[in-house]
């Protein structure tokens, strides 16, 4: 409504009533009109942000994408923990037994678990055993009276820091962890079930059932909720030595323990984006794999900082190697590379995560190891006057690495018209990447040693360290 419109309709009211009829045009009644179309201004911006926000498509604040995503029953991926391994030595004359997480700090006094139960002679040192970057944290609630979908919230500094929770409930003094179920997928009212929950002001909860899709937690009893946490993108190198901590303090003396291997390959939570982009399609999956692009939604959704991944099945792997064979039935075969982590521990965390999954067809689960195959180019090219040829040199190999190298993150090396099959480095791509630069007059592109990929596992990319850039003015 503009401000004539509504001077109109004042001065139209006004003759209605002989006392106010005076005023009509009056500077008063002009100045309201202007007051009036400014409230009405606000207030239809106002809605129109707040429309803005009410679609997961179109929000621009973190809270509201959160609460589209709550809305559907999504939560997104929590912290990985860095991994690696460690040496431990028994410097004592006993025998040492210590029970799998046992709780050590390094010198920055980041705190860290060992995955695997130590049984240590005397003098021996076991090498290559499992550590991760992590402690445990409990929270507990005494349920005061039965409440259906009762919820407890962890705090929000604790769930910034949370890998994942085991939840036990005591009941008459018996305590039994229960299994996260989502959305009480066939549940009963005896199923010891919960969800996960993430609410938009950055809380991790966890809901009980209502009695008819999931067991209530009775009066009295206790919930003890195990917060597993980390720093996430945390690196110890190789020959750091860590101390015992907490009730394994007193083994300070006892053991040496050094890293063997650098304990990387953190990540953070889920960012903003990645939350708008899979809360959108949450329903259509709800974490029934059954199609590859299924499994790399699933297993992308768990694990952070994967740069390549390839899902294929029975019939695929037949067509691919020309054999047929009985092994291959029920077989899902997955493969993958991702930075800082080993082929070993990334299977690990694959596994872990696809534990989780409904498998009544007694799927079985393949890992197979990436074929390698990187190639080079020859670039040459005309650079442009006002760059110092080495800084070209050095941005355009770091772009090249980022884009397209073995550790590239990013989607542009993917042609998306092969997802189905292969991830491909496109050959248009690198011209546009290095095009975008905009610090070339003019360059060519000689590509060397690109092989086609003909089996599943091939893992093509870029060697930019390797290629060979001849730039002059």
């Not at 809605?47 to 959160?66: P, W």
């Not at 407890?152 to 005591?170: F, G, M, N, Q």
């Amino acid at each position: 409504m503009t401000i004539q419109d509504l001077l109109d309709k004042f001065n139209d009211t006004l003759q209605s009533n002989s006392w106010w009829a005076r005023f009509t045009n009056s500077q008063f009644v002009k100045m309201m009109a202007i007051f009036g179309a400014q409230v009405i201004y606000y207030a239809q911006t106002y809605a129109e942000r707040a429309l803005v926000e009410g679609f997961i498509s179109t929000a621009t604040k973190r809270s509201s994408i959160l609460a589209a995503a709550e809305d559907k029953a999504y939560v997104g991926r929590l912290i990985t923990p860095s991994s690696g391994f460690v040496s431990v030595k028994n410097k004592t004359s006993v025998r040492i037994q210590l029970p799998a997480f046992s709780t050590y700090l390094s010198e920055s006094q980041y705190p860290y678990m060992i995955m695997d139960v130590l049984d240590i002679s005397a003098g021996e040192t076991i090498k290559q055993v499992s550590m991760k970057q992590m402690e445990i944290v409990s929270v507990s609630k005494v349920v005061q009276s039965e409440e259906e979908f009762m919820s407890v919230i962890l705090p929000k500094d604790l769930t910034a820091e949370c890998v994942k929770v085991d939840v036990y409930v005591t009941i008459g003094g018996i305590k039994e962890l229960w299994v996260e179920n989502p959305q009480f997928r066939l549940a009963t009212s005896a199923s010891k079930n919960y969800v996960q929950f993430y609410k938009p002001t950055e809380q991790l909860g966890i809901r009980f059932g209502d009695g008819s899709i999931g067991k209530i937690p009775p009066e009295g009893s206790t919930i003890d909720i195990q917060v597993w946490c980390s720093a996430g993108d945390i690196t110890l190198v190789e020959g750091q030595k860590l101390t015992p901590s907490n009730q394994f303090a007193k083994y300070t003396n006892s053991l040496e323990v050094i890293t063997s291997t650098p304990i990387t390959g953190g990540a953070g939570s889920e960012t903003t984006e990645e939350t708008r982009n899979r809360a959108q399609y949450y329903v259509a999956y709800d974490e029934q794999v059954v199609w590859g692009g299924d499994y790399k939604f699933y297993l992308k959704s768990k694990i952070g900082g994967t740069s390549w991944l390839n899902v294929w099945g029975e019939q695929q792997q037949e067509k691919a190697t020309g054999v047929k064979d009985l092994n291959n039935i029920n077989a899902i075969f997955i493969c993958g590379h991702k930075p800082k982590s080993t082929q070993a521990a990334l299977k690990s965390e694959i596994f872990s995560a696809l534990e989780s999954i409904p498998n009544a067809l007694n799927k079985k689960y393949i890992y197979v190891e990436p074929n390698e195959l990187p190639f080079t180019i020859k670039l040459t090219g005309t650079a442009i006057k006002s760059v110092v040829i080495s800084d070209a040199e050095t941005k355009i190999r770091d772009q090249l690495e980022a884009s397209f190298g073995r550790d590239a993150e990013g989607s542009d090396k993917i042609d998306k018209d092969n997802v189905s099959d292969y991830e491909l480095v496109k050959v248009n791509s690198i011209w546009a990447s290095v095009e975008a630069l905009s610090i070339l007059a003019d360059f060519e592109i000689e590509v060397i040693g690109m092989s086609e990929a003909t089996q599943l596992n091939d893992f093509i990319y870029l060697n930019a360290e390797k290629s060979v850039i001849e730039l002059s003015y």
